[in-house]
Every structure is written in structure tokens, then in C-alpha cells.
């Protein structure tokens, strides 16, 4: 009898310990930029972290999971540090991941690394971030992976020889100035001028920026500013100054063709040449699935753009650690199980590079196009399997 009651004990007690693993919840903090300039980007990403979870229902399985969302207001940087403080000391997060602006997940880091937290960057594209902490990983991209592309593109597929770089003045637009101007030049082009056009905290009057570039008679005018509002301004301004008509071509990586706010540019963006690892018209079928699953969610006229798609792609890594580690996340255990995690994305296949922590994925060179009365992003190119290149050659900051 009372090996029995002995049997029925233990067996109890390997039940609630199966529910108690069961029931294990991994806390998500999520940091973007939900008011302010960065509003609609943070929506994006946003909209692809809840995506993949209603398409996934079971990715997490047998893990909980919650979500704590910050707002880091702007990107000067002092909030975000407070909102990876708050994540960390009051809500217990297991892991922090989101931030639009690299000069936000520059400020985060140290708070980040000293509480030994998983710190996963689903947009934040300065190229060195990743070597600032080993808790670093990230699954958007790198300013070179486009901007180095870029100049070796131009060259080759649009034989240009000359070229003026815009860039708005932080982190971003400094390593894209360099990604492609490293490539340019080693492609045997030449770049006439550097022209730094304002921060990102707020859109600035573009035109003494671009008549300064339409001067210098380029072949192109390569540029970088934030996605959104910043993009639409400068194509705007671009038009307005008659430098397409001038022979002058406006390049630059996605940032200034996102696919939310494409149809609003009009015909002004007509011609643009982007190279990118994501958009909206990439022939697929996980981006058919992806964007069809989106406009039924929120509406025929919604388009996801590449923030989407990294805030999905973010959520499929959290997923694949969690389970990875039976729930229970770490710095250590959730850089291990990344190490050369490999992922069907709608921007097609990608990995985390084992050696950097950083992404690798194909880069799409695009020009807008229309197609039936609207804009549409047509792939001229594909260079598959594309690192980051800062890391690879060494450059700068990315030479540690």
C-alpha cells in the first residue's frame, strides 16, 4: 500500500514539474520609437513581430510568452537607455529586442550587457553595434550589406562612373557613406562629393543639400536617410529640382523606396534604383503568403515594408532559442542556439553568420516601376548570400 501511495506520489509530483515546465513564460522587452517621427516604422515592426504570431501559433510551443512593449520617444538615445533599464529591473524581460535608431541600441547596450540579457536588433543598422557586446545579435541588416552592394552594382550593372553621397548625420548614414564609398571606388568609380544632410529627428528642407549634388554633375546621387517621412521629402525634392532631368540618378538602399509609403511618392519615385534585402514585390511564395496575410489583417491598402519583415523574422529567432533552451533564455544559451540558425523568410533565405552574430541574406537590386497604375519594385538583380561586408574587410569600427 504504501508503495502505492509512494508511486502515486512520484508520479504527481513528475506531473506538476511537466506543468510547471510547461507553463515556463519567456518576457519579450520591446523598444521602438511608437510616437514621434519613428511612429510609423515602429508600427511596422510591430505589425511583423504579431504577424508571425498569428501565423505560427505553435512556434513557441510549450513556452508562454509575453510581451512588454517601451516607447523610446526620439533617438537621442537617454530615453531608450531608460526603457532597457525599466525591461530589465521592474518587468524581469528575458530577453530586449526592437530599436529603430542605432544611436538608441548604442545607448541601451551597456545597461544590456551588464545584466548579461539577450539583446536582439530587429532594425538598428549601424555595422559595428554587433562588436560592442557578445549579447548582440541581430536579424535586420547592416548599412554595408546594401551600401557596399550598391557600389559594386552601379558599376557593373549601370556602367555609372561619377557619384555625389547624401547621408543624414548619425551612425547609419556615416557607415553607409563608407560602405559605399568603398565599393564604388574599388569598382573603379569615382565620388565627387560628400554631403551631410541633416539628423534624423526630424525631416529637414532637402534642397540646398541636393542643389549642392545637382551641381556636381554626377552619374548618380547616392543617399541614405531614415525610411518614412525623410524618404518621401527627399524624392519630393529630388523631382522638384529637375535633377532626373539633369541625367542624374537617385540610388540609395530601401530606405528611400519603403513600401508603405511608395504609392503616396506618386510618380516622382518612378525610376528610383534601391538595392535592398526586402520589398513588398518580392516574387516568393512566403512573401505572397506574408503580404496577403497582412492587407487581410489590416486592410487592402496596407503594405509591409522591410521593418515588417525584420520584426517577423525577429520573432522566428526568439522562437527557435526558446524551444532551443526549453524556455529558459540567457545571453549565452540564445547566442548558441543563433549561431547559424537558418530561416525561410519572405526576403528569402537568411542566416545568422556564426563568426559575427550579424545577418546574411540576398540583396535585391530594384527600380520602381508602374504597373497597372501603380508603383511596383521590380528586381534588376540578385547578389545571394551577402554579408556584412564592414565585418569581412575590416573597415573602421568593424575592424574591432
Known sequence: MKRAALGCSLALAAALAAGAAQAQTVRIGV????????????????????????LNPDAFAPCKVEIIRRDDKNPG????????????????????????????????EPVITAAKKPFLIMNAGTAWITNLS?????????????GYAMGEALVKNLKAKTAVIGYTDYPPGKDSLLAFKTAFEKAGGKVLDEIPMGGPGQVPDFTPFLQRAKDRKPDVFFVFVPSGDHAVALVKTYNALG?????????????????????????????????????????????KRFVEAWRKEWGPTST?????????????????????????????????ALRGWKFDSPRGPIMIDPATRDIVMNEYLSEVVKVGGRLVQKTLAVTPAVKDMCKELKVDRCGK
Open 31 to 54: 523598444v521602438l520609437t511608437y510616437t514621434g517621427v519613428g511612429a510609423e516604422l515602429a508600427q511596422q515592426i510591430d505589425r511583423g513581430m504579431q504577424l508571425f504570431m498569428k
Open 77 to 108: 538615445g537617454a530615453d531608450a537607455k531608460t526603457a532597457a533599464q525599466e525591461l530589465i529591473t521592474q518587468d524581469k524581460v528575458d530577453i530586449i529586442t526592437g530599436v529603430i535608431y542605432s544611436s538608441n541600441a548604442i545607448a541601451m
Open 134 to 146: 557578445p549579447v548582440i545579435a541581430r536579424v535586420s541588416f547592416s548599412m554595408w550589406h546594401a
Open 243 to 287: 535633377m532626373r532631368q539633369a541625367g542624374i540618378r537617385l540610388v540609395g538602399p530601401g530606405d528611400i523606396t519603403p513600401d508603405h509609403k511608395l504609392q503616396q511618392m506618386g510618380d516622382d519615385a518612378i525610376g528610383l534604383i534601391t538595392m535592398h534585402h526586402y520589398n513588398a514585390d518580392l516574387d516568393n511564395p512566403v512573401n
Open 304 to 336: 509591409p515594408d522591410f521593418m515588417a519583415v525584420q520584426g517577423y523574422d525577429g520573432m522566428a529567432a526568439i522562437a527557435h532559442a526558446a524551444r532551443a533552451n526549453k524556455c529558459k533564455l540567457d545571453a549565452d544559451n540564445f547566442i548558441a
